[in-house]
């Protein structure tokens, strides 16, 4: 009965691993990113329809925590040569951590929701973002501020924990200036996105 269960996990495994969507050929741009993967566009669309979030937002974070890696992880940490433990349990697409994450499943009633599903994440963001506009008054167009939220939290930022890391601030331009691009780069693909016989054919 054992042996009987263990070949089915391994089965279960391997077609999740088959069924993650690798990384995107061309990050730097969304309309290369939402042609490569439809069920994304989907996804977001969803997301901003449901929360108010504009999709270049949260998929510029996105970039930015995971490059888009289904199972990404901070690093591990060694003492010598013993790994002892990773800084965080942050994981998946959107980088979540656990405690954060169990409180967009009961504040959702999405319960079934996993950190390396997409479209589960970008929701998941689609939340943080609404959140963070309704208690530190951040609108869901800034991705400077929203970015600053999702990493020092929302008391973090409350009390202006960034202020103290210049190199933060940095990288919050950074994905300030990769949203902006997305959203332009949207501009120009987002029509055919959406008129695609492809489109209509699968996702309406």
Not at 114 to 130: E, K
Request: proline content about 5%; aromatic content about 16%.
């Amino acid at each position: 009965m054992k042996i009987k269960q263990t070949i089915i996990y391994i089965i279960s495994v391997l077609m999740l691993t088959s069924c993650a969507s690798p990384p995107p050929r061309n990050p730097d741009n969304l309309c290369d990113i939402f042609t490569e993967n439809r069920d994304w566009y989907n996804a977001s669309k969803n997301m901003n329809e449901k929360w108010g979030t504009p999709i270049h937002v949260p998929i510029a974070m996105m970039y930015q925590e995971s490059s888009f890696k289904h199972n990404a992880a901070p690093p591990m940490q060694y003492f010598w040569f013993i790994p002892i433990g990773r800084a965080s349990d942050a994981y998946g697409y959107a980088q979540a951590k656990k405690m954060t994450w169990d409180d967009y499943q009961r504040e959702t009633g999405n319960g079934w929701a996993d950190r390396d599903d997409f479209d589960d994440a970008i929701d998941f963001m689609g939340w943080f973002t609404y959140k963070t506009q309704k208690i530190n008054g951040v609108s869901k167009w800034d991705a400077y501020g929203q970015y600053l939220n999702y990493h020092e939290g929302w008391s973090g930022y409350k009390h202006a924990s960034y202020r103290k890391k210049p190199w933060l601030t940095q990288v919050a331009k950074k994905v300030d200036n990769r949203a902006k691009q997305y959203a332009g780069q949207l501009k120009t693909c987002q029509d055919n996105l959406d008129s695609s016989w492809l489109w209509r054919l699968f996702f309406t």
